[in-house]
């Protein structure tokens, strides 16, 4: 199966288009209403190259939501049940973001600027009308606006080098989620040691959509010592680190203890917050269902289009939500969101695959532990 | 430029999804976190269809916002503008919604289907989370979810024959944006005249999600009588329309006023609604913006991929919104977003193409009135 993007003016370009077409992409996704690259074509060499190297990647459509103003931190602390007693500006924190019943409705990482002043860098879910709603409805002295921000990633061992090539040495002393202001040739940045994978990198959010070739070309040349090439977030590098992926793992109810977020949840906290008394429910009763680890046998498969159900003798238990090929462990893995009385590593099951049904386990996150090597080739 | 869309467990399938991949689908959006069928790879024979036959499109991605409880009425007359004086049981409205600030967040078709219980058809945005924000943050005793709800739509000429064939002649007598519950085969469904094009038909709200394929056949059998086939929301039938689209004819912080939707707006009202002191400021400032149909020369254009600038007298004074050309006007066509100083009928101005600049004016809309045939071909 395969199928065509349609392009239309209901999806926004990012300000890294034009780059990324000349570079060769070849799908596209949709997110947070923007077009957002998703492969070159060979996903084998991006995800060597993301594992061994450093590439580059478009994710303006990791849209940021700024909210200023004389009550800005506290409604952000109410926004999250993340305890953010020590949030202080240059440092980012994931902070996962509850509705009123404790459903996870986006998992955000926040940005302090200053003060009075944060972003919060989205997944794809309208943060933006869920952030104005409840600063307008509860009365908060605040402005809530999409700022014209836009990231890009620069991931992998090598990252490191080229960020150092592009901006100077002090980006090494940046801690992980650590952020600084900078700029390039003019170009308005802010750099952060960040990004949707585990092989190290920094995202550069640019603040001035008109310079995304301008950027985009810096970067390829301050990389081009380490081979620096295009990619996107990959989608077989995060199941194997187990990152999170909302919308993919998640369910629309589903909560943050289901997808292994317990220690986001400052349910000790005095002040109150959305989601605080459904939380609080929720880890007395205990979660229904759990994002676990799968892996499973077969030929190599490629990465599941749809969800896949998961059975336990006979039964369906759940559905496995991401799967493909890991090259590092060699063998089928899963993230699958299972009823917790099938969680317990070693759990026997079966994945249906669109095709041929697999035969598996339940096993232990990460699914392939960071610094793992791929395997000498041939 | 044609690129593939990514197929990935974040979006979700539609019902109908395996039929329109029978059918032949070859292109794809992502609407509403779900992906949805944009064209079968003949948009000449698409159109046709549409403007003199009959036509079935898998709108499942038109999502519907439930809200049902003591404070549903309430609830719903809070968030919109429009005034409901007259909003009964079986009879759908046009509802835009605003934020606080008066800026335009969706375009839903509301159904009252008891009198507690109300659905959003909606456009592309998170109106579930904002729904749900304010009710809880606003102290309203309603529960707000999504059900599992997927519109089929049936459109063109030959839709109503068809429909009748389907259900009986009852059809016959639904009015404009009038519904009732039907079953077909056991199939639950909601029947409304409706659709997001101006040749006429309906609308039938699946209720029940493993029904799809179901639903599908029995429309299919129903229709081939009339030469059914496969199709979706018209790109070219809406600009001819003027029909709004929102996200693609509308920015960030429009209002209802500019896209035209000044008689939706109750500012006589005398309860409160969101966005009502904002719009009756905007009411008194006048639009900065309006959107306008447009016409321009040279050889026929395809869809826009992308927004296109509007020059008058060399500077820009806004976008070309969608662009194409219409068979029954013989021109190219388009909606555009205009500095309201140039929104008179007859301004010329050019239109900035990616590859060629067209000269073309201001004009009235619709761009094609309702019932204009095709002309006759050769």
């Known amino acids: 199966m395969s199928f065509r993007i349609a ?9 890294f288009f034009d780059r990324t077409v000349a570079a060769g992409v070849t799908h596209f996704t949709i997110y947070n209403h923007m077009f957002m690259p998703v492969s070159y074509g060979d996903p084998e060499a991006e995800y060597r190259r993301l594992i061994e190297g450093v590439a580059m990647w478009d994710v303006a459509a990791q849209r940021q939501v700024e909210i200023t103003g004389a009550d800005a931190e506290r409604l952000v602390r109410y926004l999250t049940p993340r305890d953010l007693k020590d949030c202080v500006v240059g440092k980012g924190r994931y902070v996962p973001l509850c509705d009123h019943r404790g459903r996870l409705i986006n998992d955000p990482v926040l940005l302090r600027l200053a003060d009075d002043r944060f ?4 997944a794809d879910s309208d943060v933006l009308l869920w952030v104005r709603a409840v600063a307008a409805e509860g009365g908060f002295d605040v402005s809530v606006g999409e700022p014209d921000v836009s990231p890009l990633a620069i ?37 952060a040691r960040s990004g949707w994978s585990k092989q ?11 310079k995304g070739g301008a950027l985009w070309d810096r970067v390829k040349e301050a990389g081009a010592a380490y081979h620096i090439g295009p990619g996107a977030p990959n989608y077989v590098e995060r199941v194997e ?23 986001m949840i400052g349910l000790d906290r005095e002040d109150d917050f959305i989601g605080k008394r459904a939380l609080r429910r929720k880890v ?9 680890g799968v892996a499973f046998d077969g030929a190599p498969v490629a990465p599941n289009a749809h969800p896949w159900p998961a059975r336990v003798d006979g039964a369906c238990v759940g559905t496995v939500r991401a799967a493909c090929y890991s090259p590092r462990r060699r063998g089928n ?9 099938h969680d317990a590593l070693g759990t026997g099951l079966t994945v249906e695959g669109p095709a041929e049904t697999y035969r598996g386990a339940v096993v232990g996150l990460p699914l392939v532990p960071p610094g793992t090597p791929l395997p000498e080739s041939g």
């Open 7 to 15: 392009l239309g003016p209901r999806e926004r370009k990012s300000p």
């Open 119 to 122: 972003w919060l860098s989205i």
């Open 155 to 191: 991931q992998g061992p090598m990252a490191e080098a080229v960020v150092e090539n592009l901006l100077g040495n002090w980006v090494r002393v940046l801690k992980y989620f650590g952020f600084r202001e900078a700029t390039v040739d003019g170009i308005p940045l802010v750099v």
């Open 200 to 210: 190290g990198g920094f995202e550069l959010y640019l603040r001035d959509g008109a």
């Open 241 to 263: 680190s187990g990152l999170l992926s909302y919308g993919a793992d998640t369910l629309p109810d589903s909560d943050p203890f289901e997808v292994g977020l317990d220690k």
């Open 284 to 292: 007395e009763e205990g979660p229904a269902r759990r994002l676990v």
């Open 333 to 341: 893995i899963g993230l699958a969101l299972l009823d917790a009385r």
